[in-house]
């Protein structure tokens, strides 16, 4: 029996906004005890360790409710043109990544985080730029909205993509002005195929990777995430990694549809809908449209500026049916990325008609989870309330993009994006996501983004939208544990639960909103054991 007590700082438990404890009690991994110091010292055996917090706080640690960490470890392979301003500086970058790499003939060239919102030519950096770093190497590059990319020729030519190529369904090819010719910009699924097929050939190191990312997570104080596109392939990857007990840190898997998820549900019983060593199947995963930086989200009304050009939708209705019939028909949980308000319709009016014909009896406990809800409606939160739908609300957007979505979407559309306060007053179990690597995993500026909504030009975007920040804590602990089916383990600090915990420097309860971002994670802890401490970690850093 190992015991560890703590005490002597701010012990926030998430049951209540102002229920604190003095002191917490840890046995084998669990929480044993917490409240008032001298009673919950009283349970403490004579060898247990005591911790003083020293005046930091101590809190239940962050919960990812949707994320990809198979692409974060990934995505630290690429050139990163995040801070590219022009064509120029992309292929610069480009250039010395190319060089850095020593790479052969014919190796591939991918970079990611460009966005032609901030590029001095505010356009999207096609073949006719990229061809000018290489015409030798494949190149393709990823738009930070990870909804379109630019491909140069050779990209197109290993891809099989040319004049005769057809747009695929939910998906665009950039033509040459006046033919159809490629021009290399790519949208959504003809993205998503091009990239598939030029990655799926390299030869990585997945398990590195997979670790590398975990490391990122847990630095941010997580220690339940997701990944929420798994294919066949990933999914195989996390059992292996389960079954080596490299997991450090819980893993949630959403399968999507076109890798057959009742299918890795039947054939993976062992992780479906429960963790052995630490992965777990959760549920179905499903896209209805893309980004509305990108302009690719799908709306009900036109893009400002646009006669009638309102993005468009990845699926029909009788596919979107389909899909939502098997989740139900299966009691599988359903996770649907939603950014247009359009899409938003089209999730809600399948899955209320699935749920209407289903006969299955606890048909209305699964937990439907609507994914970065962007511009949903107040009409549209009132339906998700009736349907127990989860909004897990991408509200990092308002600070990365608000700016955009003003200039996309109009000053009445613009300032509603990630409606938190609306869901809340609705009664929805509100959480929060990165969806990373789109951004980083840093709760603690997802918390400032959701409390103070600023975008990065300053401007206050939507105020009557902001939460308190309790709420936002509950949207990232508690909320965050319930999407998952965990509340009874997870999110609060309460007696029999895991200790999953997170210390902080500075209480966000108690400091000024404007400076949550600036709160340091001091350590991370997975079942009672501290997996990581920025003390030591700073410290071995420094002895490289």
């Known amino acids: 029996m190992t015991q560890k007590l703590y005490y002597g700082g701010d012990i926030i438990t998430m049951t209540g906004e102002n229920e604190v404890a003095e002191a917490i009690l840890v046995e084998d991994g669990l929480i ?33 409710p949707h994320g990809h960490i198979s692409m974060v470890g990934q995505f630290s392979l690429m050139a990163d043109l995040s801070a590219c301003n022009h064509f120029e500086d992309i292929i610069q970058t480009l250039t010395e990544y190319m060089q850095n790499k020593q790479l052969r003939k014919g190796d591939i060239i991918v970079g990611c985080g460009y966005d032609h919102n901030f590029l001095a030519e505010n356009k999207h950096p096609a073949k006719e ?49 006046g033919s159809t010719e490629p021009d290399g910009y790519l949208e959504e699924n003809a993205m998503m195929a091009l990239q598939r097929t030029l990655l799926q050939d390299q030869k990585l190191d997945y398990t590195k990777l997979i670790e590398l990312a975990q490391d990122v997570y847990i630095k941010n104080g997580m220690t339940t995430v997701q990944d929420g596109a798994s294919s066949k392939e990933i999914i195989d990857l996390f059992k292996a990694l389960a079954k080596q007990q490299k997991l450090k840190i819980d893993v949630v898997a959403y399968p999507v549809f076109d890798a057959e998820p009742k299918k890795q549900m039947d054939e993976n019983q062992e992780y479906a809908k429960k963790y052995s060593d630490r992965f777990k199947i959760g549920g179905y995963k499903m896209f209805l449209d893309g980004s509305p930086q990108g302009k ?3 709306l009900t009304e036109p893009y400002e500026g646009e006669e009638s050009y309102r993005g468009y939708p990845w699926h029909q209705d009788e596919q979107v049916k389909q899909y939502t019939d098997a989740a139900i028909r299966d009691g599988a949980q359903l996770l649907t990325h939603c950014n247009g308000d359009a899409a938003s319709d089209q999730l809600l009016r399948n899955y209320q008609a699935s749920l209407e014909e289903s006969d299955r009896p606890d048909k209305d406990q699964l937990r439907p989870v609507m994914i970065h809800c962007q511009t949903v409606r107040y009409d549209q939160l009132d339906k998700m309330a009736a349907l127990s739908m989860i909004p897990s609300i991408f509200v990092a957007h308002i600070y990365y993009w608000g700016d955009i979505h003003l200039k996309n979407l109009g000053e009445e559309r613009g300032r509603r994006i990630s409606p938190a306060r609306s869901a809340y007053d609705r009664g929805l179990c509100v959480n929060f996501h990165q969806d990373a690597p789109i951004v980083k995993p840093d709760m603690l500026h997802t918390i ?21 920040v309790y709420e ?30 997170v210390i902080l420097d500075q209480n966000p309860l108690k400091i000024d909103k404007t400076a949550i971002q600036n709160i340091q994670v001091l350590e991370t802890i997975k079942e009672g054991k501290t997996i990581y401490n920025l003390e030591k970690h700073d410290s071995a850093t420094k002895g490289v």
Not at 152 to 174: H, R, S, W, Y
Not at 454 to 466: A, D, L, W
Not at 482 to 493: A, R
């Open 472 to 501: 936002a804590l509950k949207a990232v602990t508690i909320n965050a544990a319930y999407q998952y089916f965990e509340e009874d383990t997870k999110g609060s600090l309460e007696e029999g639960k895991l200790a999953d915990l």
């Open 296 to 298: 690719t989200a799908w």
């Open 32 to 64: 044993k005890k917490q409240g008032n110091l001298t009673e919950v010292k009283q349970d403490a055996s004579d060898d247990a360790e005591n911790i003083d917090l020293q005046g930091r706080t101590l809190m239940p640690a962050f919960i990812d």
């Open 448 to 468: 400032w983004c959701a409390v103070n909504r600023q975008t990065r030009n300053g401007v206050h975007i939507g105020p009557e939208e902001c939460v308190s």
């Open 129 to 177: 730029v990229l061809n000018q770093v290489s015409t030798d190497h494949p190149i393709f590059i990823l738009h930070a909205s990870g909804h379109l990319g630019c491909a140069n020729d050779a990209a197109l030519q290993a891809a099989g993509i040319d004049a005769e190529t057809e747009d695929p369904e939910g998906g665009t090819i950039g033509r040459v002005e």
